[in-house]
């Protein structure tokens, strides 16, 4: 028989030794109550209590995901969206985290829907959609206000999804549509401009120095025979260089005086380039000149 009550209080020395004995984790920190009274906060490690007297609770000092829910929402100009966002919070005071509220979590997932529906709403749908960190900043300094009581931290709050109605993505899509031609047709109107000018610099230089144009001319003729083309459209002031060549053969031909064979004198290069001559040589006449 008193075997049996050695073992009975073995047991029992056992399991109060058990009850008393607690480990507290690297990122966790225990809040001791002894009696419901709060007495003080256990560091990590390896910590004894009273049994039953002493009930700890432990709390986690890691960073918490908080995922938002998505929320429809009116923005200030009327438009329906539905937003979600996330959010990232730690504890920061683990007594009034247990004693202050009876469920940080819910309660900041809550508060977190309420606040951003409450910022969302302020902005219009183009400043939801370009200004959203100033929108997070904005949830965070209000969620802070109010999880500061609870020994809570918010240290960042993002927003993860804004879905827009069909209807709107047709008008942001033709919009956009229209600002692409926009600024199509603005770039091409200043590369108009841009070519005005340096085709006007180019006429000045030509006009300083007329053989330019003469040159430019040929060039063209270069380029059209390249494509093998039937038909050849001389520009005017190719004529006037013609004239001026067979003046200047003309000229030459004077100087140097009749051929020593008893030819003809040589036509003057001149009459070349007279309409006379040219309907001769149309009509197959031989040329005439006179000295």
Known sequence: ?????????????????????????????????????????????LRLII??????????????TLPIQSQGIITRDNVSVDVSAVAYFKVVDAVKSVVAIENVYAAIDQIAQTT??????????????????????????????????????????????????????RAMARQAEAEREKRAKIINAEGESLAAAALGDASDT?????????????????ELGVDKNTT???????????GELGSFLA???VAAGP???????????????????QEAQANGEPLSSSR
Not at 2 to 17: E, N
Not at 122 to 151: C, M
Not at 259 to 277: H, K, N, R, Y
């Open 251 to 253: 000229r030459e031909a």
């Open 232 to 242: 050849v459209v001389f520009p005017a002031p190719l004529m006037s260089t013609i």
């Open 116 to 169: 951003l529906r409450k910022v969302v709403g302020q902005h219009t749908l183009d400043q939801t959609l370009s200004e959203t960190d100033q929108i997070n900043i904005d949830i965070r300094k209000i969620l802070d206000i109010t999880t500061v009581e609870w020994g809570v931290e918010v240290t960042l709050v993002e927003l993860k999804d804004i879905q827009l109605p069909d209807s709107m993505k």
């Open 51 to 64: 049994p039953v007297v002493d009930v700890m609770r432990r709390v986690s000092l890691r960073i918490i």
């Open 206 to 222: 030509m006009m300083a120095h007329p053989l330019a144009l003469q040159l430019r001319n040929l060039q063209t003729l270069v």
């Open 259 to 277: 051929q020593a064979d008893g030819l003809p004198a040589a036509v003057p290069m001149q009459s070349l380039g007279t309409p006379q001559a």
């Open 1 to 45: 028989m008193s075997g049996l009550v050695f073992a009975g209080i073995a047991v029992v020395v056992l399991l109060l030794l058990g009850m008393s004995v607690k480990v507290v984790k690297q990122y966790e920190q225990g809040v001791l109550f002894r009696l419901g009274k709060v007495r003080g906060v256990l560091m990590p490690g």
